[in-house]
């Protein structure tokens, strides 16, 4: 059975903390503030990076969310296997985001240093491919 | 001087797992590597099948399993997966390989059946071992013995190799059939060219090493081709200048020769251009503009008394395999070429001038070498 978004990330952040706590705690420290609405096709969650913690939940006041990202299942597994890159991905409009650029830059910052640990880990690979 | 029969395949080339109060279990790292290419059909292939990580530790250890092959028309289709070790087994008393949707097992006529798909290939080989096996200890003794000098670059290659591999083992011949389906096609396999190497050992992929290691996919019953014809080199540092090892040619009549690093000049220039494929994908994410840099020629000249040789290895196919150090900091990448290898020189008073298919991994760290023009 196909993972729902928002138990994926709560499972991801718990490997996170289990595996990589230190890595972890550097990420919040340079990302503290994003709020982030992610979608997945249909699937909505939102990630929200507090002070010491990142919290998954489902939704948030709208004004709270300073940057959103949307794609499909089909482009977030073709990206991964290095079919598509992201440039592509967002010129043929396969991947939206929103928000204003330096809080993209720092929502960017924060998911290519959590994709650098986690090719690093079995875990990982393994929970991102029940996502399919 | 063989030390070993074709029978004592299943022992040498079974997996040497660690035990569990061993240090460095996060290290660990095994493999199975078969190539082959088939003259008629013009398939070359190299299959992969490894276990990394700690082999006690379900969340953290893992198998792989890699395919790498080129069609007639030159077109790469490469393939890999993770296998969570719940679902793999490995032996330590026979190479058997039996994961998810592939599988390698060692049958008693000395024959490796080796089954799988991997994303759009799939193969079913049979690979019979045609000449005994032979390890990192036969080499030192080959050189001592055979050579009757000493080659110090293939003697400080095999020490190294015993440093840095617990298990290093080679299978110079085997002979491929079956079929493999490159996306739909179907292609019959059914060559004497095969090889296949295991290798284990503990350390790290951020480790700034890295060797050059090949053999020319020689046809035995061609009176133009020798029996065989291998290298190997160990390289300290990302660049070339501290690297130990040979090349390794074997005649018709059975000796070696053996031509030692000290002996050979290897000059590697411009810049490969073709079919290009990096492994994993996810690589292509986090280095955008990260493309490994392969020459366009690399050429082995050797010369020893009246012997001499001069390969120029031309790439036609490459994939690029970057594995990541367990601190994610630096990478090494694999560097998977098959070669066209035109092969020329006397040795032993006979004289060689053919074009030979080769097998070619160079492995250094990831994006250490921008321009080989430069080097050269």
Redesign the interface.
Same mark, same amino acid.
């Given at each position: 059975m196909t993972l729902k978004l928002k138990k994926f990330l709560s499972d991801f952040i718990e490997i996170m903390k289990e595996?990589f706590p230190l890595q972890l705690r550097g990420i919040i420290k340079d990302a503290r503030g994003i709020t982030c609405l992610q979608t997945l096709d249909s699937d909505k969650a939102v990630i929200q990076i507090r002070k010491r913690e990142i919290i998954i939940t489902k939704g948030t006041p709208k004004n709270e969310i300073n940057v959103r990202v949307a794609l499909s299942r089909d482009c977030l597994f073709k990206?991964?296997?290095?079919?598509m890159?992201?440039?592509e991905a967002f010129y043929t409009k396969e991947f939206d985001v929103i928000g204003d650029p330096q809080t993209l830059l720092r929502c960017y910052d924060m998911w290519?240093r959590i &994709? !650098? &640990?986690a090719?690093? !880990?079995?875990?990982f690979?393994?929970l991102i491919y029940k996502l399919r | 001087m063989k030390l070993y029969s074709i029978d004592d395949t299943i022992q040498l080339d079974a997996f040497n797992i660690p035990s569990i109060f061993d240090d460095r279990l996060a290290l660990y790292k095994e493999w199975h590597d078969f190539v082959f290419y088939d003259r008629k059909t013009r398939i070359f292939g190299l299959l992969n099948f490894g276990i990394h990580g700690n082999p006690f530790d379900a969340k953290r250890g893992y198998g792989s399993a890699l395919s790498f092959f080129v069609d007639p028309q030159g077109k790469i289709l490469t393939g890999s997966k993770i296998i969570p070790l719940r679902k793999l087994q490995i032996s330590a008393y026979n190479p058997d390989f039996l994961g998810e949707d592939v599988e390698v097992t060692y049958k008693k006529d000395n024959t490796f059946n080796i089954k799988g798909t991997i994303d759009k290939t799939s193969f079913n080989l049979s690979l019979a071992v045609i000449l005994p096996p032979e390890s990192s200890k036969e080499i030192v003794f080959d050189v001592l013995d055979e050579q009757k000098t000493i080659s110090i670059g293939m003697i400080r290659a095999a020490d190294e190799m015993r440093k840095f591999w617990e298990n290093w083992v080679e299978c110079p011949r085997l002979l491929s059939s079956g079929e493999v389906t490159l996306d739909g096609t179907v292609f019959p396999i059914n060559t004497r060219t095969g090889y296949h190497d295991h290798e284990g050992g503990r350390f790290d992929w951020g480790a700034p090493w890295g060797w050059d290691t090949g053999v020319l996919l020689c046809d035995p019953s061609n009176a133009k081709e020798p029996v065989s014809a291998r290298f190997l080199f160990y390289r300290y540092g990302p660049s070339d200048e501290l690297s130990y090892g040979g090349f390794i040619v074997e005649k018709k009549n059975g000796i070696k020769k053996y031509f030692g690093s000290e002996k050979i000049e290897i000059t590697r220039s411009g810049r490969f251009s073709g079919e290009q494929s990096v492994i994993p994908g996810i690589t292509r994410l986090i280095y955008p503009d990260y493309k490994p840099c392969i020459p366009e020629r690399i050429v082995f000249s050797a010369v020893d008394g009246s012997d001499n040789l001069n390969i120029i290895f031309t790439p036609r196919a490459v994939c690029s395999v970057i594995p990541s150090s367990i601190n994610g900091t630096l990478d090494t990448e694999l560097n998977e070429m098959f070669c066209t290898a035109s092969f020329s020189g006397s040795v032993g008073g006979k004289t060689y001038k053919k074009t030979i298919p080769c097998w070619f991994e160079s492995v250094r760290p990831r994006g250490s070498v921008r321009n080989y023009d430069f080097e050269a």
């Open positions: 595996d990206i991964i296997a290095g079919k890159t992201l440039a290519i &994709i !650098s &640990i090719r690093t !880990s079995p875990r690979h393994f | -």
